[in-house]
């Protein structure tokens, strides 16, 4: 798309008609049309700027590239503007893209979103103005006047092409957004259960005097590989060593029994029960 923008220059000259031309991503302006093809004067990339309606001015759109580059432009009316829009919006979503075609796969669902998004709050921005447009147009401020049915038609004819385009824009988040979630809801997660080989346990008869543990069973241990393995045979070990300090302890438990059945009666004990 091209034609004559009016675009803010200084204080001293104020707005200036350009010739400006949008060819794919590259936003450019002449001083005339004539002067296309001898080198533009300066150029803004789409990909990289914010596309502003301003709230007051129906004919005004702002380029601004945050801390570097601002373009502040007047188109001839109200639906000249909406036609600049559509396009420099067409052509922020479908930016060029020279990266490879695997980081392309990888992101390409989330830039077109975002490109999408943001054509959305610029479309909200303009059916606000031009809603507030048809209500000042139904209902005049000085009392008594008529509606102004020229002013309501046009804004009426505007806001039904924007939320043409509003819904037409919609609809296409809906389809990148189903695309995009659609496999990871069909994607079962990965499973987190950590498989354990399991080694039976073996029964192990040791005698009274043993320690419960032998020097080669350590020196085996000590070779072995940490894992399940290792873990049950600690486990068996452990085992045998409560087993031999639970036998100690009840052959001790018996020896004490008996040498208190062998002691005689306690004398006083008794003579105090022949008293009572």
Not at 4 to 16: E, F
Not at 18 to 38: A, M, N, P, W
Not at 161 to 184: G, R, Y
Not at 193 to 204: A, E, I
Request: glycine share 4%.
């Amino acid at each position: 798309m091209e034609g004559v923008l009016h675009k803010w220059t200084n204080y001293l000259s104020g707005w200036q008609p350009r010739y400006f031309v949008l060819h794919g991503t590259i936003f450019s302006y002449y001083d005339s049309q004539e002067d296309v093809g001898k080198g533009s004067k300066g150029s803004i990339k789409m990909a990289v700027c914010e596309i502003k309606v301003h709230m007051a001015d129906n004919t005004r759109i702002d380029l601004v590239i945050p801390g570097e580059q601002y373009f502040y432009l007047k188109a001839v009316n109200a639906a000249e503007r909406q036609k600049w829009l559509v396009a420099l919006g067409s052509a922020k979503a479908c930016l060029a893209d020279v990266r490879t075609k695997k980081e392309r796969d990888i992101s390409e669902n989330d830039d077109c979103l975002k490109s999408k998004m943001s054509e959305l709050r610029l479309y909200c921005d303009l059916l606000m103005q031009q809603v507030h447009k048809i209500q000042e147009s139904a209902h005049p401020m000085e009392c008594g006047s008529t509606p102004d049915v020229e002013k309501m038609n046009e804004a009426s004819s505007l806001l039904k092409a924007t939320c043409n385009t509003f819904i037409n824009t919609l609809e296409d988040c809906m389809k990148i957004a189903s695309v995009k979630i659609a496999p990871e809801l069909l994607t079962p997660p990965e499973s987190t259960v950590v498989h354990v080989t399991s080694t039976p346990l073996r029964r192990v008869r040791r005698s009274v005097s043993h320690t419960g543990v032998a020097p080669d069973r350590n020196a085996e241990l000590n070779q072995e590989q940490k894992g399940s393995v290792t873990v049950m045979r600690n486990l068996e070990q452990m085992a045998a060593h409560r087993a031999t300090r639970w036998l100690r302890q009840t052959e001790e438990n018996e020896r004490a029994d008996a040498v208190r059945e062998t002691e005689p009666a306690n004398p006083t004990q008794n003579a105090q029960k022949v008293k009572d």
